[in-house]
């Protein structure tokens, strides 16, 4: 082991350019990768901003009694879709339309807007099926006498969210593979740039796992450093983009982080692993 | 030691390099492999050091068979007690020629306290431990051969394969490689030489088996004559 890493350390000081490239290489792929990781991110985040204004709101018959009210909502805050549910009374009604509406406050007169249980639903649970689920379960209690929850914004909504995921998907994969292809033809040139002293050691009598460690320790450390200056300059570019474009992109969360830095090593080790068993095989 | 029995090679795209084969080199001895361009020396020493394959007949090295060792670990484990030297040195250039030797033990899991005093072992038996720290390019042709057959003698094989070592040398440099080969071959490691130079063959009474499109034309261990054409009408 103590070898493999002098021959790999020995390596990129042999082909200090080369080194770099490939370090450089990894960076850009992965970068471009996270850019598109980031972008997508916000998208997200965005949306379940939006989807977390879902809302069933069943009105309730005017004069049912408080105690009835209290049970059919703690009965349906128990339903496992739902988040919380909470009783709005009258004046309750009457105080949030006059506070939304503004200048037209003075439209309503007490009395008018019915009292309802407004249900918030639990992430996960905000898809149209659910949520119609749910409205139809509760439009079951006697006293309520109708369900609102947008049902036409909601599946927009969803449908876009379906959109988002599979485009993202789509494109990160793309991005994924054009990374791991861009870093195995970098990889590759490293290996190439060595085959006289691979097939030295051949001839020497060094087992296929010897010649592979040094490449493997060399790749995986390029992979880490790649991954850091990857992480750096998409931090770099989110911050820009929140100077300029004036609107607070979310971050990669740490365990993200860790994750594209371990992607990063896994990318390299692969590739050196794959680059230099494909020489191996043809030598 | 070697042995080839009935051994053919045929390429796909060049046809039939070797036809029918068989010699064997015993322990300790010294052969010449002769013979012009094509004839199918070096294909004989690929196949001694199985970096091919026979595609009939059976190699035997060292107790080990064509026909049963087929694992890239084998053939490695195989090589070890195997020297190859080869007219292009093949040597590193970023290191130097202790560095060099010492390669050919590290690979293969040799103790740090025993490479340095086997590599200054190597070095002197072929003349150079005044130039452990030389890196080829600093060597003359010569003296990277001395490197390169100090890398092949480092693991004490039981045989010595030499592909053209002296093709690239002048005069005086091939006379102090082949002395030095057979100082190796004195001390009691086989060697099998391939060569084109027909006046260092004629100069040693060493057994020659000469080769002509892939077959044994002459092999003085059987004690005939050379065919008229053959080595004997070359000189």
Same mark, same amino acid.
């Given at each position: 082991?103590?070898?493999?890493?002098?021959?790999?350390?020995?390596?990129?000081?042999?082909?200090?350019?080369?080194?770099?490239?490939?370090?450089?290489? @990894? *960076?850009?792929?992965?970068?471009?990768?996270?850019?598109? &990781?980031?972008?997508? @991110?916000?998208?997200?985040?965005?949306? +379940?901003?939006?989807? +977390?204004?879902?809302?069933?709101? *069943?009105?309730?018959?005017?004069?049912?009694?408080?105690?009835?009210?209290?049970?059919?909502?703690?009965?349906?805050?128990?339903? &496992?879709?739902?988040?919380?549910?909470?009783?709005?009374?009258?004046?309750?009604?009457?105080?949030?339309?006059?506070?939304?509406?503004?200048?037209?406050?003075?439209?309503? +007169?007490?009395?008018?807007?019915?009292?309802? @249980?407004?249900?918030?639903?639990?992430?996960?649970?905000?898809?149209?099926?659910?949520? &119609?689920?749910?409205? *139809?379960?509760?439009?079951?209690?006697?006293?309520?006498?109708?369900?609102?929850?947008?049902?036409?914004?909601?599946?927009?909504?969803?449908?876009?969210?379906?959109?988002?995921?599979?485009?993202? /998907? *789509?494109?990160?994969?793309?991005?994924?593979?054009?990374?791991?292809? @861009?870093?195995?033809?970098?990889?590759?040139?490293?290996?190439?740039?060595?085959?006289?002293? /691979?097939?030295?050691?051949?001839?020497?009598?060094?087992?296929? &796992?010897?010649?592979?460690?040094?490449?493997?320790? +060399?790749?995986?450390?390029?992979?880490?450093?790649?991954?850091?200056?990857?992480?750096?300059?998409?931090?770099?570019?989110?911050?820009?983009?929140?100077?300029?474009?004036?609107?607070?992109?979310?971050?990669?969360?740490?365990?993200?982080?860790?994750?594209?830095?371990?992607?990063?090593?896994?990318?390299?080790?692969?590739?050196?692993?794959?680059?230099?068993?494909?020489?191996?095989?043809?030598? | 030691?070697?042995?080839?029995?009935?051994?053919?090679?045929?390429?796909?795209?060049?046809?039939?390099?070797?036809?029918?084969?068989?010699?064997? !080199? =015993?322990?300790?001895? %010294?052969?010449? #492999?002769?013979?012009?361009?094509? $004839?199918?020396?070096?294909?004989?020493?690929?196949?001694?050091?199985?970096?091919?394959?026979?595609?009939?007949?059976?190699?035997?090295?060292?107790?080990?068979?064509?026909?049963?060792?087929?694992?890239?670990?084998?053939?490695?484990? !195989?090589?070890?007690?195997?020297?190859?030297?080869?007219?292009?040195?093949?040597?590193?250039?970023?290191?130097?020629?202790?560095?060099?030797?010492?390669?050919?033990?590290?690979?293969?899991?040799?103790?740090?306290?025993?490479?340095?005093?086997?590599?200054?072992?190597?070095?002197?038996?072929?003349?150079?431990?005044?130039?452990?720290? $030389?890196?080829?390019?600093?060597?003359?042709?010569?003296?990277?051969?001395?490197?390169?057959?100090?890398?092949? !003698?480092?693991?004490?094989?039981?045989?010595?394969?030499?592909?053209?070592?002296?093709?690239?040398?002048?005069?005086?440099?091939?006379?102090?490689? %082949?002395?030095?080969?057979?100082?190796?071959?004195?001390?009691?490691?086989?060697?099998?030489?391939?060569? =084109?130079?027909?006046?260092?063959?004629?100069?040693?009474?060493?057994?020659?088996?000469? #080769?002509? =499109?892939?077959?044994?034309?002459?092999?003085?261990?059987?004690?005939?004559?050379?065919?008229?054409?053959?080595?004997?009408?070359?000189?």
């Amino acid at each position: 082991m103590r070898i493999a890493f002098r021959d790999a350390l020995f390596a990129v000081r042999k082909a200090p350019l080369l080194s770099v490239l490939s370090v450089m290489t @990894i *960076a850009f792929s992965l970068f471009a990768f996270a850019l598109f &990781g980031l972008v997508a @991110i916000n998208i997200k985040r965005a949306l +379940e901003g939006v989807e +977390e204004r879902v809302e069933i709101r *069943a009105f309730v018959t005017d004069g049912t009694p408080m105690e009835e009210l209290a049970n059919a909502t703690a009965e349906i805050a128990r339903y &496992g879709e739902v988040q919380t549910a909470k009783i709005v009374t009258q004046a309750e009604a009457l105080a949030r339309a006059r506070k939304e509406l503004g200048e037209f406050s003075d439209v309503f +007169e007490e009395g008018v807007l019915p009292a309802s @249980i407004d249900i918030h639903l639990k992430p996960g649970a905000r898809d149209p099926r659910t949520v &119609g689920a749910v409205a *139809a379960r509760v439009r079951t209690i006697p006293f309520v006498d109708d369900v609102r929850y947008g049902e036409e914004w909601i599946t927009q909504l969803h449908r876009l969210r379906n959109i988002a995921g599979v485009t993202g /998907i *789509a494109l990160g994969l793309a991005f994924a593979v054009v990374a791991v292809i @861009i870093i195995g033809a970098t990889i590759r040139m490293t290996v190439l740039a060595r085959s006289k002293e /691979i097939s030295i050691m051949r001839l020497v009598g060094a087992t296929d &796992g010897f010649i592979r460690s040094p490449f493997l320790i +060399e790749g995986f450390a390029k992979g880490i450093v790649g991954g850091l200056f990857a992480l750096i300059l998409t931090w770099i570019a989110a911050a820009v983009l929140e100077h300029y474009l004036h609107f607070r992109a979310f971050f990669f969360e740490d365990r993200l982080v860790l994750f594209g830095l371990a992607g990063g090593a896994l990318i390299g080790l692969m590739g050196s692993g794959y680059a230099v068993g494909r020489h191996l095989r043809r030598i | 030691m070697i042995q080839f029995h009935n051994v053919s090679k045929e390429y796909q795209r060049s046809g039939r390099a070797l036809a029918e084969v068989t010699f064997r !080199l =015993h322990k300790g001895e %010294f052969a010449f #492999l002769t013979g012009p361009s094509g $004839a199918g020396k070096s294909t004989i020493l690929r196949l001694a050091y199985f970096e091919e394959w026979p595609t009939s007949g059976e190699v035997r090295v060292s107790d080990l068979s064509s026909k049963e060792i087929r694992t890239r670990s084998a053939v490695a484990k !195989l090589r070890r007690k195997l020297g190859i030297v080869f007219q292009d040195f093949r040597l590193l250039d970023d290191r130097s020629a202790e560095a060099n030797v010492a390669f050919a033990l590290e690979v293969i899991g040799t103790r740090r306290d025993q490479i340095t005093p086997r590599v200054n072992r190597a070095l002197s038996q072929v003349g150079l431990a005044a130039k452990l720290k $030389a890196y080829p390019r600093e060597l003359s042709g010569g003296e990277q051969q001395r490197v390169a057959i100090a890398r092949a !003698l480092v693991n004490d094989p039981v045989v010595l394969i030499a592909d053209e070592p002296t093709g690239n040398l002048d005069e005086r440099a091939t006379r102090g490689v %082949f002395q030095l080969l057979r100082d190796i071959n004195t001390a009691g490691t086989a060697v099998l030489m391939a060569t =084109h130079d027909l006046e260092l063959v004629r100069s040693t009474d060493y057994r020659t088996i000469e #080769l002509d =499109h892939g077959r044994i034309v002459y092999d003085s261990a059987e004690s005939r004559p050379p065919a008229a054409g053959r080595l004997g009408e070359l000189t």
